[in-house]
């Protein structure tokens, strides 16, 4: 696996901008400086936002997760954000503490429908992986996740960036194949797997079959490496029950 990590623009758009409003646009850094990390906020992490939102905003979850292959501790907190002129989303902030005890922000996830929490998914002499669950909002149900990775014993933490993956998937399938999500990635074995719907299927239904994506990590992206994909086909009349009737 190459793991050379460059600090990538991460295309996933922003959803609870400082200010507390939906109307405001901002970009990530914008909100990773809203985001304490100072060591009085942080040892109150249990109850205390570390986001400053400007909107309404809840501590859900808190917890840490020791990594020794980096010589570090993950603090990570879970927030549910409301503001003052739309829906409500959730928000995860992962910090990383070094042997030394300094803190720095790892990263943020956001979804707009649900949000996982941490989970070390592959710890190693080389690096480690950090986990995010998350899907978004809608009939879409498209994926929130977010991957974060650690090298070297320096405790130095970098966001994942994940666009990008999914359009190049769809590409690898043949004609009349379409991806339909979320995905379940499998961090751990650098895999995902998702759905494909046929032609014809409906959104909610995808019955073409479950495409399998090696993935990798390359200057700090999420990429595929290969594809494993048995297109399934209708066979025979379908049978409904009770039967419908003559017109």
């Known amino acids: 696996m190459s793991l050379t990590l460059a600090l990538a623009a991460l295309a996933t758009p922003v959803i609870s901008c ?16 809203k985001i304490a990390v100072a060591p009085g906020r942080v040892a109150k992490i249990a109850d205390t936002c570390l986001y400053d939102y400007g909107g309404r905003c ?41 042997a030394a005890g300094k803190t720095t922000l790892a990263g943020f996830a956001e979804s707009s429908g649900s949000i996982g929490t941490p989970d070390l998914v592959e710890s190693n002499g080389e690096y480690s992986l950090v986990h995010v669950t998350g899907t978004l909002a809608g009939s879409g149900a498209g994926n929130a996740d977010a991957l974060f990775m650690g ?24 004609k009349g194949y379409w ?17 494909v ?45 009770p039967p419908p009737k003559e017109e």
């Open 179 to 195: 991806l339909r999500g979320p995905a379940d990635f499998l961090f751990g074995e650098m895999l995902a797997v998702i759905p």
């Open 18 to 33: 400082p200010g507390g409003s939906i109307e405001t646009e901002c970009q990530r850094a914008d909100v990773a400086k």
């Open 58 to 98: 809840g501590v859900e979850a808190s917890g840490r997760i020791e990594v020794p292959e980096r010589g570090s501790t993950l603090l990570w907190q879970k927030l549910s954000l409301a503001p003052r002129d739309g829906p409500q989303a959730w928000m995860v902030v992962l910090l990383a503490r070094d």
């Open 151 to 174: 090298e070297g014993d320096k405790a130095a933490w970098r966001q994942v960036d994940l666009s990008g993956w999914y359009d190049d998937g769809a590409k690898m399938l043949p």
């Open 197 to 241: 719907a046929r032609d014809g299927d409906g959104n909610c239904c995808p019955r073409g079959g479950q495409g399998l994506f090696d993935l990798d990590i390359r200057d700090g992206r999420l990429v595929l490496t290969g594809m494993r994909f048995q297109p399934m086909q209708p066979v025979g009349d379908m049978i409904e029950y």
